[in-house]
Every structure is written in structure tokens, then in C-alpha cells.
């Protein structure tokens, strides 16, 4: 029988979501529902290695985040009102079945719940990766640029605007669902990043988070079918999929792209992913994703790293900052100019990013800047360039290959 700790883990990352936002639609509040649910998991990290576990543990942990819920109401000042509110909004709030959802996933649906265009785009986001992804602060911040501190104040705002001006939390119609589509297909793109390198821990890749973010994508994209951005983004995930085991060795240590097995890339999914990039291509209607999915494609049909088209990358990433303005689209800009026209034509890009001080603390700016020093011969500047890098670096795998890099120049 599976350990009750790891059991729990798993319970965390299937069911936070449905019993966080489960407890918004009852309370509408957002910190009251994190923390009730944040309590259930406790509790049965307590009672169920006394006690054995229920038959039904994710009724369980949402039976008790929901009465818990209810408990810091009934005390609240405003009882008898808001427990009246709740029992009515209980009552006549209509399920998914009953407004005729289209969307063919719970989590899918509380996306579009998140994803409420009173707020911003990037406040959309962050509500929808902490409460349904559990995706920390840190973690989001990291995601999005900014520093954790900035992002917790973004989040008790956009959480405070929900609340004080009624924002509901329920499924939108289907009319509805075109205008908040860019934000989820942010979200899941986030999510599978999340997966493909983590900020942080023991492992470079987290299996649990890229196949979720897949699934929910071929679900979008079989129930909005004419939308060519969430076919790019189905493709990019799946042509980065297709390379992920080979970004390991067996012994758990990272291996770069121009060091990979290619003939272990699963080259179906490859072709499927290229297939799928096609059909949107074809729609006439170019965004960020296919972009970045037609940048996979170019590395992921390329026999070596020497036979990759790095000046049609660079195009690519050229007309990719051209549409989103990016830091991160610029320092790989960088190095496909490298690639294609020498090492010191990437550190004049990288060079400029330094100085608009737009990538601090990114750990990725100081390895790149690294390597391309290496490639020039400035070895001196190289190896501060990885000790900066290694300093940065969120995960074991990557410190470990930047210490690697860094020895080599001894």
C-alpha cells in the first residue's frame, strides 16, 4: 500500500485546485479558500496515518476544507448575512451541466472561471497558476519576470479587486469563452514550463506538470478547433516533450541540446507536432506560440546542431520580440545570432540586455553570457560569468552542469 505522505503529495497536486476553487464559488474569497484547503491537507496529514484513509480522500479533503470555510464564517461579524448568501448562492447556482458547458474538463473549466477579464491579463494568470496549478509565489514570479515580493502584492491586489467588487467565480458561457482564451493558453504554457525546467529542487523535469498541460491542451484545441494559437502552443509542448528524456543522462545530471541523443527524440510525436503546426500555419493567422513552435520544429528535424537553420531562428525570434517584446525572446535571440554569426555578435545583445537590467537575477543570462565568453576565448570573464550563474541557478541538475563548465576552464 502507497505510504500516506506520498499519497497526500499526489492528492495535492490533482485535487488543490478543485477544492481551492470549489471554496471560492461558495465563499468568494480567495485567502479564505487557500488557507481552508492549505488546513484539510494538514489535517489529513494528522488524522490519516492514525485513523487509515477514508474511502473517498479527495471528498474528504474538500468535505473539510468546505466545513472549515463555513466555521470562519460563522464567527465572522456578518453571520447571519453571509451564511444566508452562501446557502442561497449553494442553492440556485446552476452546475456546468446545467449552462451547457462545452469545455470536456473540470480543471479546464475553473481556468476559464480564473481567467475573468475584469483583471488583467497577467493577474488572470497568477490567480489561475496559485490556485489551480499550486504553483507558489516564488514560482509565479519566477514564471513572469518579476521579483517574488512584487508578485505577492499583485496577488493580494488582484484578490482584493476580486472580492470588493464581486467578481464571480463560475464558467463562462460559450460566447464568452473567445476573450479569455490568451490568458489560459498563458496559463498552460506556464504550467508546462514549470514542468519542462523547474525553479527549483532535485529534478530538472517534472513529468507530473508537462503531461497535464499537454492533456488539457489537446483538450482545448478539440473544443476550440478554429483557434490556431492553441494548435502552436499543442505543438511546441509536444516537439519540447519529444527531446525531454534526453535532457537527463541516467544518472540524473543535465545534458545540453547540442550534447543529446537525437536518435532517442521521439520522432513521432515530432512529426504529429509539426502536423499539428501546419493546420495552424495554414489558418493564416501567425501568434507567439507558433512562432515558438516553428523555432522547436527547426531544432527538432535538424540531424545536428550544425545542421540546424540558426539563421531562420534567429528570423523567427526576431519577429517573435516584434510581436511580444520579451527579455527572455531576446537572450535567446542571442544566441541563435551567435550561432549564426559568431559568439561576440551574442554578446552585444546580451551586453544590452545587462545594461536595461531586465533579466537580474535570471540565472539563464549569466550561463548564456558564460558560454559565449567561452566560445570567444575570454575564459577569465567566462568562469564569473558561471560562478554568477551557478549562484542563480534554482535546481541541482543545472548547478551541477554549470560547475562542470566551469571546471573545464581550469
Known amino acids: 500500500m502507497k505510504p500516506v505522505g506520498e499519497l497526500i503529495a499526489e492528492l495535492y497536486a490533482d485535487e488543490w485546485g478543485r477544492i481551492t476553487s470549489s471554496v471560492i464559488r461558495l465563499t468568494g474569497d480567495w485567502d479564505l479558500a487557500e488557507e481552508c484547503a492549505q488546513d484539510a491537507f494538514a489535517k489529513a496529514l494528522e488524522r490519516w496515518p492514525v485513523d487509515g484513509v477514508p474511502p ?23 453571520e447571519k448575512s453571509k451564511l444566508a448568501q452562501v446557502a442561497a448562492e449553494v442553492e440556485l447556482a446552476p452546475t456546468v451541466a446545467e449552462v451547457g458547458s462545452v469545455i470536456p474538463d473540470d480543471r479546464l473549466e475553473l481556468m476559464f472561471a480564473c481567467c475573468h477579464p475584469a483583471l488583467t491579463t497577467e493577474a488572470q494568470v497568477a490567480l489561475t497558476l496559485r490556485t489551480l496549478a499550486g504553483l507558489d509565489t516564488a514560482q509565479i514570479a519566477r514564471a513572469l519576470l518579476v521579483t517574488e515580493k ?36 498563458a496559463v498552460l504554457y ?9 525553479s527549483r529542487g532535485n529534478d530538472l523535469v517534472r513529468a507530473d506538470l508537462t503531461g497535464e498541460a499537454i492533456r488539457l491542451t489537446r483538450l482545448l484545441v478539440g473544443f476550440m478547433p478554429d483557434e490556431p494559437e492553441a494548435r ?9 516533450d519529444a527531446r525531454s528524456l534526453t535532457r537527463v543522462d541516467d544518472a540524473g ?32 493567422r501567425a501568434g507567439p506560440y507558433q512562432l515558438q513552435a516553428a523555432i522547436a520544429a527547426c531544432h527538432a528535424t535538424a ?15 526576431k519577429e517573435l520580440g516584434r510581436l511580444t517584446p520579451n527579455p527572455v525572446v531576446e537572450l535567446n535571440r542571442a544566441v541563435a545570432v551567435a550561432m549564426a554569426s559568431g559568439p561576440e555578435a551574442g554578446l552585444e545583445i546580451i551586453a544590452a540586455l545587462e545594461a536595461a537590467d531586465s533579466l537580474s537575477g535570471y540565472h539563464l543570462l ?8 567561452r566560445r570567444a576565448g575570454r575564459l577569465a ?15 541541482a541538475p543545472e548547478r551541477r552542469y554549470l560547475e562542470r563548465r566551469l571546471a573545464t576552464l581550469a
Open 150 to 185: 512584487t508578485m505577492s502584492q499583485r496577488l493580494v491586489r488582484a484578490k482584493n479587486k476580486v472580492r470588493h467588487a464581486g467578481i464571480p467565480f463560475r464558467v463562462p458561457p460559450e460566447h464568452l469563452l473567445p476573450e479569455r482564451l490568451n490568458a489560459v493558453l
Open 303 to 317: 540531424a545536428s546542431t550544425e545542421d540546424t537553420d540558426w539563421p531562420q531562428i534567429a528570423l523567427l525570434y
Open 366 to 373: 549569466a550561463a548564456t553570457k558564460a558560454d559565449l565568453l
Open 381 to 395: 570573464a567566462a568562469a564569473d560569468a558561471y560562478r554568477l550563474a551557478i549562484d542563480q541557478a534554482g535546481t
Open 190 to 198: 506556464l504550467l508546462f514550463n514549470e514542468g519542462y525546467s523547474a
Open 232 to 240: 502552436g502552443l499543442l505543438a511546441l509542448m509536444l516537439l519540447h
Open 56 to 78: 473517498r480522500p479527495g471528498g474528504w479533503l474538500y468535505t473539510t476544507a468546505r466545513n472549515r470555510a463555513i466555521d470562519r464564517l460563522r464567527r465572522a461579524q456578518n
Open 253 to 284: 545530471e543535465f545534458t545540453p541540446l547540442e550534447s543529446q541523443d537525437r536518435s532517442h527524440w521521439q520522432r513521432g510525436q515530432i512529426d504529429e507536432a509539426v502536423s499539428i503546426l501546419d493546420d495552424a500555419a495554414r489558418r493564416r
